[in-house]
């Protein structure tokens, strides 16, 4: 019996942080080595340039994620990494959901109103019908279940609405993915702990790549409160609260079990040795990446086993489309590249 596909990614934009960390790629692993699953780890890059970007950096950011995924514990044997415009079945799919996507249903989509705010120069069709493109990437593959934030639920569902869609229009071939909700630690910028650590506010963010003097001045510089109690109450005192939780996800203890470590200690020493126990967990990712990016030749042999594996799966499930569709009398399977 065949393992339940699992399907899932991230956008080429730029270095990652620790939140990223923690909310998609440590998951990723995890999920991955359970057993459970047949996982597809895919780099969106499509999806990353609805927002401005630099063409001759795009494909070395794109590399630089790969490099991200293996360095973590990705594995190109247990798990398929590919390029979704290496696909072109991501955009053809696309185009033929457009067809039967409502544009009410787009319009209602939260994500497009927040990025128009922070995009006002740029806010282009790509950005609107971003949910359609992800609706393509998750139903090409017959994929199970997505792992998702409780922010990403809402595209997901669209997902699910249009397979509904589909299937009671032509005939029924598309799975309805579920979401898998794991437990996600919302981490803070440093510099300001009511705002969620993000790439536009990078004094703010503990980055993979950091180097350990960087790493220690960031914390050093963390905001915090004027009582120096190391105690976790994530209203009243937000900025020691956030510290904690990363304390937390690198270390493995709970929060109780900081609380006590730290009773008798000020700000100061909490954040010494947090910064120490940051620099040491980040040590054997960077350690891998960086071994990794001296032969970019070996990541681009890892892109193209995960090209061919899922080209394969693409290329049968839009045969099926085309099919159903009445586009074509009987599927044709495509010369293999």
């Not at 960086?290 to 061919?308: A, M, N, Q």
Request: aromatic share 8%.
């Amino acid at each position: 019996m065949s393992k339940p596909i699992l399907f899932s990614g991230m956008q080429p934009t730029g270095k990652l942080h620790i939140g990223n960390y923690f909310g998609a790629l440590k998951n990723f692993v995890d999920l991955q080595n359970s057993g459970r699953y047949q996982c597809y780890f895919f780099v969106a890059d499509l999806h990353s340039i609805t927002a401005e970007f630099v063409p001759n950096q795009k494909y070395r950011q794109t590399l630089d994620v790969v490099a991200d995924y293996l360095a973590a514990g990705i594995s190109p044997e247990k798990s398929v990494i590919f390029v979704q415009s290496q696909i072109p079945e991501h955009g053809e799919l696309t185009w033929m959901l457009n067809c039967i996507t409502p544009f009410g249903e787009l319009r209602r989509m939260t994500q497009f109103k927040d990025k128009s705010l922070t995009q006002k120069e740029n806010i282009n069709i790509g950005l609107f019908d971003y949910p359609v493109l992800m609706a393509a990437d998750v139903l090409l593959y017959d994929t199970d279940v997505v792992p998702v934030g409780e922010d990403q639920l809402q595209h997901l569902e669209l997902t699910r609405t249009i397979a509904r869609k589909f299937n009671a229009q032509f005939k029924k071939i598309m799975k309805e993915p579920e979401p898998l909700l794991t437990e996600v630690p919302r981490l803070m910028s440093l510099s300001d702990p009511l705002r969620k650590m993000s790439k536009s506010m990078p004094e703010g963010c503990l980055f993979l790549d950091d180097e350990p003097e960087v790493i220690r001045e960031k914390i050093k510089r963390a905001v915090t409160d004027s009582d120096a109690k190391v105690t976790y109450n994530p209203t009243k005192k937000p900025g020691i609260a956030n510290l904690i939780r990363i304390y937390r996800g690198f270390a493995g203890l709970s929060i109780k079990e900081i609380e006590r470590k730290y009773a008798d200690a000020n700000y100061g020493i909490f954040k010494r040795e947090l910064a120490e126990v940051v620099v040491e967990g980040l040590r054997p990712f960077q350690v891998r990446k960086k071994l990794l990016l001296r032969k970019p030749s070996e990541i681009d042999r890892v892109i193209e086993k995960g090209r061919k594996k899922a080209q394969k799966k693409a290329t049968e499930k839009m045969d099926q489309v085309k099919l159903v569709m009445g586009l074509t009398k009987k599927a044709t399977p495509k010369k293999m590249a």
